[in-house]
């Protein structure tokens, strides 16, 4: 297989395509999952304040206690 046949594969036909956008998105997980667990090494020691929010967060806490 030469140069020119791999370059057909991946930019002309839809096969080709398709490998290169689940290659992106495989390595663009796998960056985000390093920079997440970099990030919260980093700051495992901050407290947490009554007016922060978290994605994950419920919505219950506030309902029973009132």
């Known amino acids: 297989m030469d140069f020119e046949q791999i370059y057909h594969f991946l930019f002309q036909t839809y096969e080709g395509i398709g490998c290169m956008v689940g290659a992106g998105i495989v390595i663009c997980l796998i960056a985000c999952i390093i920079m997440e667990r ?29």
Not at 44 to 51: G, L, M, Y
Not at 57 to 66: A, G, H, L
Request: hydrophobic content about 20%.
């Open 38 to 66: 970099r990030t919260r090494k980093l700051f495992v020691d901050r407290p947490k304040t009554e007016d922060e929010w978290s994605l994950f967060d419920d919505d219950d806490d506030e309902d029973n206690q009132k």
